[in-house]
């Protein structure tokens, strides 16, 4: 569950990581709240939530089981654990 989270937290704070890289490759104040208005923080919102959605499609698209497969739960046969499985 980590993972998923982990990803979606990446991308959330990936377009504030990448505009304080450009601030400090134009040698301006990273830390200067001049450089950071609410206009320019709310479009850094946006492209993180739209990215955040597109790879929400992705997974949800891409990923997972096949379509008509059915879930075995795991379960135990002749006292040996059997793992969950996808048929």
């Given amino acids: 569950m980590i993972r998923p989270v ?6 959330f704070i990936a377009p504030f990581v990448l505009y304080a890289a450009f ?3 134009t040698r301006a104040g990273v830390l200067d709240p001049q450089h950071w208005p609410l206009s320019r923080i709310a479009w850094l919102t946006i492209a993180a939530l ?3 959605l597109g ?3 992705y997974f949800a698209h891409f ?3 096949p379509v008509g497969t059915t879930y075995v ?4 046969e002749n006292g040996k654990f ?6």
């Fill in 6 to 11: 982990l990803t979606e937290f990446l991308l």
């Fill in 63 to 65: 990923t997972g089981a």
């Fill in 50 to 52: 739209l990215l955040m």
């Fill in 82 to 87: 059997v793992p969950g499985t996808t048929r």
């Fill in 55 to 57: 790879s929400f499609i």
């Fill in 23 to 25: 601030l400090m490759a």
């Fill in 73 to 76: 739960p795991a379960h135990m």
